[in-house]
T-cell receptor, first 113, second 112 residues
Framework: NAGVTQTPKFRILKIGQSMTLQCTQD?????MYWYRQDPGMGLKLIYY???????DKGEVPNGYNVSRSTTEDFPLRLELAAPSQTSVYFC????????????FGPGTRLTVT | RKEVEQDPGPFNVPEGATVAFNCTYS??????FFWYRQDCRKEPKLLMS???SGNEDGRFTAQLNRASQYISLLIRDSKLSDSATYLC?????????????FGTGTRLQVTL
């Protein structure tokens, strides 16, 4: 099993550009999550999904969108990138809910200039 | 007050030392507790769950004190490979969903 994979690993965006961060898991997990981690801060939940076709907002959803058309994939879309979105983005999955171990992908380091 | 507070460290300890990290949480309705480990520029990985009666996994011992809203992680006989940031994570329900709150982490550096 590859676990949770994310692409790209690094990206530099100009202000106003858009991009999609890809996330795929091969563990047949129902729950998937997107977090961002800023220096000196705890991970913050952006969006989560409890199954294909179902998504919901986390703590910091503004400026982001998600979709979940399959169990495996959970892409995160950034529209009109802003410097405040400079961060490390982690995708995670868990078998059921938040009481279960979350498996994280390796992260995407995004810089918006 | 932050929902989950940890001493950021760094804790610099020699190999073989015993080190303890503390974590406090503000929501008394919190239900589950975890320690995750995050190596530099890597993703977090679950180290252990924390049970009410306390639990041990090899050199690692986790304790929970619900009355004081306090969680601890003890590492005995520290190894160089234990150098990492340790994240305290707390779960509580928010109406229809449950939420994980991550602490900012305590950095441990084990030296020769």
């Amino acid at each position: 099993n590859a676990g949770v994979t994310q692409t790209p690993k690094f990206r530099i965006l100009k202000i106003g550009q858009s991009m999609t961060l890809q996330c795929t898991q091969d563990m047949n997990h129902n729950y998937m999550y997107w977090y961002r981690q800023d220096p000196g801060m705890g991970l913050k939940l952006i969006y989560y999904s409890v199954g294909a076709g179902i998504t919901d907002k986390g703590e910091v959803p503004n400026g982001y969108n998600v979709s979940r058309s399959t169990t495996e994939d959970f892409p995160l879309r950034l529209e009109l990138a802003a410097p405040s979105q400079t961060s490390v983005y982690f995708c995670a999955s868990s078998y059921l809910g938040t009481d279960y171990e979350q498996y994280f992908g390796p992260g995407t380091r995004l810089t918006v200039t | 007050r932050k929902e989950v507070e940890q001493d950021p460290g760094p804790f610099n300890v020699p190999e073989g030392a015993t080190v303890a990290f503390n974590c406090t949480y503000s929501n008394s309705a919190s239900q589950s507790f975890f320690w995750y480990r995050q190596d530099c520029r890597k993703e977090p990985k679950l180290l252990m769950s924390v049970y009410s009666s306390g639990n041990e996994d090899g050199r690692f011992t986790a304790q929970l004190n619900r009355a004081s809203q306090y969680i601890s992680l003890l590492i005995r006989d520290s190894k160089l490979s234990d150098s990492a940031t340790y994240l305290c994570v707390v779960r509580h329900n928010t109406g229809t969903a449950s939420k994980l709150t991550f602490g900012t982490g305590t950095r441990l550096q084990v030296t020769l």
